[in-house]
């Protein structure tokens, strides 16, 4: 396997132009074992770029891909933090910069979400810009990120699948520019949180009176 230039994928494409699955379908094209470093896959997306991050964080949650899920959770995270500080673009340590998916795994993970990426893309298109661009948008949308990428990170069975829908919404309407998909992702996203931190939060309590006798 090698790095991928940094001139292919987004930087190949208007990325202000194109859409979600015209980038992603750029993304596969050449050696299905060449890597893609995520710092060249977000070059020249601007406000789009958070968008295209968090569909490569949410690989895993897709695909069998072994020992990377509790790092995606963490790019999750990250990107949710940066997304509450406001900063305009994403930033990655250079460790994180230089690594990335190859083109074959790219290519899978859209063939998998290619139903609902379908769906979503026949309803959403750049609206609602006070959604996605104000400061309090930007904290509530970075908050949940946060929570959910912490979420990801925990041992919860079955709900991988689960989260991974969900971060697909926030993904596609960041990526889109959809500043009411961006509302639906707070809806769902919101009680996904509270019902899930209900959730574990009993169970560890069981663990812990298991434990305990």
């Not at 190859?102 to 290519?107: F, G, K, L, P």
């Amino acid at each position: 396997m090698k790095p991928a230039d940094s001139g292919t994928g987004a930087h190949a494409t208007d990325g202000h132009a194109v859409g979600t699955r015209a980038l992603l379908d750029s993304f596969t094209i050449g050696d299905p074992d060449e890597i893609l470093p995520l710092g060249a896959m977000f070059g020249g997306l601007g406000k789009r770029s958070f968008g295209m991050l968090v569909f490569i964080a949410i690989l895993p949650a897709f695909l069998p891909i072994p020992g990377v899920g509790g790092a995606s959770g963490l790019l999750v995270v990250l990107l949710g933090l940066q997304l509450m500080v406001g900063l305009p673009t994403p930033w990655l340590p250079g460790f994180v910069a230089r690594r990335g998916p190859t083109r074959e795994t790219v290519s899978r993970f859209r063939d998998r979400i290619s139903p609902w990426l379908a769906r979503l893309e026949r309803v959403s298109r750049p609206r609602a810009p006070a959604l996605l661009e104000r400061r309090l948008s930007n904290l509530v949308s970075g908050l949940l990120l946060v929570a959910l990428g912490l979420l990801l990170c925990l041992p919860i069975p079955f709900t991988n699948y689960v989260f991974g829908v969900l971060l697909l919404l926030f993904a596609l309407a960041l990526l889109e520019r959809d500043g009411y998909l961006m509302g639906a992702a707070w809806v769902a996203g919101t009680a996904a949180v509270v019902f899930f931190s209900l959730v574990s939060g009993q169970l560890a309590t069981a663990v812990a009176h298991w434990i305990h006798g």
